[in-house]
């Protein structure tokens, strides 16, 4: 179970695909991230757009092509699990080293960087895998502004034995002799930490000093002008046509759908299916927001009955998945078929969408949508605008700030497709969401007021299926029992359940059962992910 699953994925012309996004390639200095498999890969490139520089990232082996005409201020190779001394690893190619730009190599990268330009890399006594401190030896410019001695995270078991010709050693660690190596003239660096991860509380800084002092790039990308530039490509991309876009609620669609209102206006119609699954308030909160606040066309389907029909009896989470998405499709189509020359539909694919269909070699056409916007008829032929195909979830973040999207909605914590479908255990009543609609108000409310919303990834509650015995007042109750679910994450892929203070769980006990009729019990859950999933169902 993932965010990826959910209704069938979409697949639309080619051509117009990436036209609405604006063009890094149209002068904007670009960082470029070579991918050699690191968990942390995709962590490098959010970091330097965090230093307001366009990054491109790409696999190691993609062909120059790809950046023919872009301003590409240098270039870093990243960390990736193999030993460069092995038959078959991944090298960087040729056209790296003959570009002349500055290259920074990360763990991997670095041994890389020793191993193609004449230095050796063997396996390291012991694995060197945590914290650790370097030492630095000189003054280079990617340690300008820190102290000498810093704490990085390290994750190797290979290490440099001899520099290549022309590299100094520029700082040492207890197990790494040479824990950083720089040849100040070509502007090659190499690490064997990783800035990128925040167990090396300055590598920012590190990354900092590579990206403005040795490559030259000056900071200029930012959320102003990634609008200005997006609402005219999108012009130039639509021109008089029509478009339409799936609200859910959710971040992306509500962004994507913003900005293309600011380059089309009344062009855009926005589609919101409320499918009744949506948590306390939040569908007269699309509505308000984006026909009062923004003044856009939006046709609400009031779907409620159609999607609790398709669900009756259905206790299999599977089942209740495809359901939910072929209901969505039939009724996204109906309701597009009946906006005459509609000819573009907008969605919210983000950067790392579309890292993972390339790199999965599926193609730039098969849009993996986290929208259940999906699964549309083969003569339902659409050019997508995607908006925001070059950025990542917080940098769509700024700019839905930036665009006036209210703070909840552009906070919003992810939030599932299916909906409240797959936090009711079992089978799916109208009854039972309203109880569970009760319960993760008080959730929402509570995480609110103690000031951790935006500290927790996610937090919820869940009604389970089962019925518990107790008392209030002089009285024997029987009632669900709801659990609260709320956990950290940087991504979805791994979850730890959150800590939250005994005070602030008692008091949503205390509510839950007090305010909601037909609960009487109230558990927390404390399973990590994995072996658990965030979701229950
Ligand atoms: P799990 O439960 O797999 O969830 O740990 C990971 C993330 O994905 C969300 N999720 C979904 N999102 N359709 C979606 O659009 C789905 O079917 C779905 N299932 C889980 C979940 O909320 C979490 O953020």
Not at 27 to 42: A, Y
Not at 279 to 293: H, L
């Given at each position: 179970?993932?965010?990826?699953?959910?209704?069938?994925?979409?697949?639309?012309?080619?051509s117009p695909a990436t036209a609405s996004a604006p063009d890094?390639?149209?002068?904007?200095?670009?960082?470029?991230?070579?991918?050699?498999?690191?968990?942390?890969?995709?962590?490098?490139?959010?970091?330097?757009?965090?230093?307001?520089?366009?990054?491109?990232?790409?696999?190691?082996?993609?062909?120059?092509?790809?950046?023919?005409?872009?301003?590409?201020?240098?270039?870093?190779?990243?960390?990736?699990?193999?030993?460069?001394?092995?038959?078959?690893?991944?090298?960087?190619?040729?056209?790296?080293?003959?570009?002349?730009?500055?290259?920074?190599?990360?763990?991997?990268?670095?041994?890389?960087?020793?191993?193609?330009?004449?230095?050796?890399?063997?396996?390291?006594?012991?694995?060197?895998?945590?914290?650790?401190?370097?030492?630095?030896?000189?003054?280079?410019?990617?340690?300008?502004?820190?102290?000498?001695?810093?704490?990085?995270?390290?994750?190797?078991?290979?290490?440099?034995?001899?520099?290549?010709?022309?590299?100094?050693?520029?700082?040492?660690?207890?197990?790494?002799?040479?824990?950083?190596?720089?040849?100040?003239?070509?502007?090659?660096?190499?690490?064997?930490?990783?800035?990128?991860?925040?167990?090396?509380?300055?590598?920012?800084?590190?990354?900092?000093?590579?990206?403005?002092?040795?490559?030259?790039?000056?900071?200029?990308?930012?959320?102003?002008?990634?609008?200005?530039e997006a609402v005219e490509a999108i012009r130039a991309q639509v021109g008089?046509g029509?478009v339409?876009c799936?609200?859910?609620?959710?971040?992306?669609?509500?962004?994507a759908a913003?900005i293309v209102?600011r380059a089309i206006?009344?062009?855009l119609?926005?589609?919101?299916?409320?499918?009744?699954?949506?948590?306390?308030?939040?569908?007269?909160?699309?509505?308000?927001?984006?026909?009062?606040?923004?003044?856009?066309?939006?046709?609400?389907?009031?779907?409620?009955?159609?999607?609790?029909?398709?669900?009756?009896?259905?206790?299999?989470?599977?089942?209740?998945?495809?359901?939910?998405?072929?209901?969505?499709?039939?009724?996204?189509?109906?309701?597009?078929?009946?906006?005459?020359?509609?000819?573009f539909l907008c969605q919210g694919t983000?950067?790392?969408?579309?890292?993972?269909?390339?790199?999965?070699?599926?193609?730039?056409?098969?849009?993996?949508?986290?929208?259940?916007?999906?699964?549309?008829?083969?003569?339902?032929?659409f050019g997508l605008v995607e908006p925001l195909r070059y950025?990542?979830?917080?940098?769509?973040?700024?700019?839905?700030?930036?665009?006036?999207?209210?703070?909840?909605?552009?906070?919003?914590?992810?939030?599932?497709?299916?909906?409240?479908?797959?936090?009711?255990?079992?089978?799916?009543?109208?009854?039972?969401?309203?109880?569970?609609?009760?319960?993760?108000?008080?959730?929402?409310?509570?995480?609110?007021?103690?000031?951790?919303?935006?500290?927790?990834?996610?937090?919820?509650?869940?009604?389970?299926?089962?019925?518990?015995?107790?008392?209030?007042?002089?009285?024997?109750?029987?009632?669900?029992?709801?659990?609260?679910?709320?956990?950290?994450?940087?991504?979805?892929?791994?979850?730890?359940?959150?800590?939250?203070?005994?005070?602030?769980?008692?008091?949503?006990?205390?509510?839950?059962?007090?305010?909601?009729?037909?609960?009487?019990?109230?558990?927390?859950?404390?399973?990590?992910?994995?072996?658990?999933?965030?979701?229950?169902?």
């Amino acid at each position: 179970m993932d965010a990826t699953q959910g209704p069938p994925t979409l697949t639309t012309e080619e051509s117009p695909a990436t036209a609405s996004a604006p063009d890094p390639a149209k002068g904007h200095q670009t960082i470029v991230v070579l991918d050699f498999g690191s968990q942390f890969s995709m962590l490098i490139a959010r970091r330097v757009r965090e230093l307001n520089t366009y990054c491109e990232f790409l696999p190691f082996d993609a062909s120059p092509d790809r950046l023919l005409g872009q301003d590409v201020k240098g270039i870093i190779l990243s960390g990736g699990p193999n030993s460069v001394y092995e038959e078959g690893a991944p090298l960087a190619p040729e056209w790296v080293w003959e570009s002349g730009l500055p290259v920074l190599g990360i763990c991997y990268g670095m041994q890389l960087m020793a191993h193609q330009l004449g230095g050796v890399v063997g396996p390291g006594r012991e694995r060197e895998y945590g914290p650790a401190t370097v030492w630095s030896d000189g003054n280079f410019p990617l340690f300008e502004g820190l102290p000498p001695d810093i704490d990085v995270w390290m994750s190797h078991g290979d290490r440099l034995e001899k520099l290549p010709p022309g590299f100094a050693a520029a700082a040492h660690s207890d197990n790494s002799p040479i824990a950083v190596m720089a040849d100040r003239s070509r502007g090659y660096y190499g690490l064997q930490f990783h800035p990128e991860v925040a167990h090396t509380p300055r590598g920012k800084e590190v990354l900092a000093n590579f990206v403005h002092r040795v490559c030259g790039a000056d900071g200029s990308w930012n959320a102003g002008n990634f609008i200005e530039e997006a609402v005219e490509a999108i012009r130039a991309q639509v021109g008089d046509g029509r478009v339409i876009c799936g609200l859910s609620g959710g971040v992306d669609s509500a962004v994507a759908a913003a900005i293309v209102h600011r380059a089309i206006g009344d062009q855009l119609t926005c589609i919101f299916v409320d499918n009744g699954l949506l948590r306390a308030g939040e569908a007269e909160e699309v509505v308000e927001t984006f026909t009062r606040n923004m003044q856009m066309n939006l046709v609400h389907v009031e779907a409620e009955d159609e999607f609790l029909a398709a669900l009756a009896e259905v206790t299999n989470p599977e089942t209740k998945r495809i359901r939910i998405g072929n209901t969505f499709v039939r009724l996204f189509e109906r309701e597009a078929r009946s906006i005459t020359d509609a000819r573009f539909l907008c969605q919210g694919t983000l950067y790392p969408d579309v890292i993972e269909s390339a790199s999965h070699g599926k193609g730039a056409a098969k849009i993996k949508t986290h929208h259940n916007v999906g699964g549309l008829p083969p003569d339902m032929k659409f050019g997508l605008v995607e908006p925001l195909r070059y950025l990542f979830k917080d940098e769509v973040r700024r700019i839905g700030e930036a665009l006036g999207l209210p703070e909840e909605m552009v906070w919003r914590h992810p939030f599932p497709g299916p909906g409240l479908a797959i936090r009711v255990l079992g089978e799916v009543t109208k009854e039972k969401l309203d109880i569970l609609r009760g319960a993760d108000l008080i959730v929402m409310d509570e995480i609110r007021k103690a000031g951790l919303y935006r500290d927790i990834w996610q937090s919820f509650a869940v009604l389970t299926n089962s019925q518990t015995v107790g008392v209030m007042g002089d009285f024997r109750t029987y009632g669900y029992a709801v659990a609260i679910r709320a956990v950290v994450a940087d991504d979805a892929m791994t979850a730890d359940w959150a800590r939250l203070p005994h005070e602030l769980l008692a008091r949503m006990s205390n509510r839950i059962v007090n305010e909601v009729h037909g609960v009487n019990r109230v558990v927390y859950d404390i399973t990590p992910k994995p072996p658990g999933t965030i979701e229950w169902e």
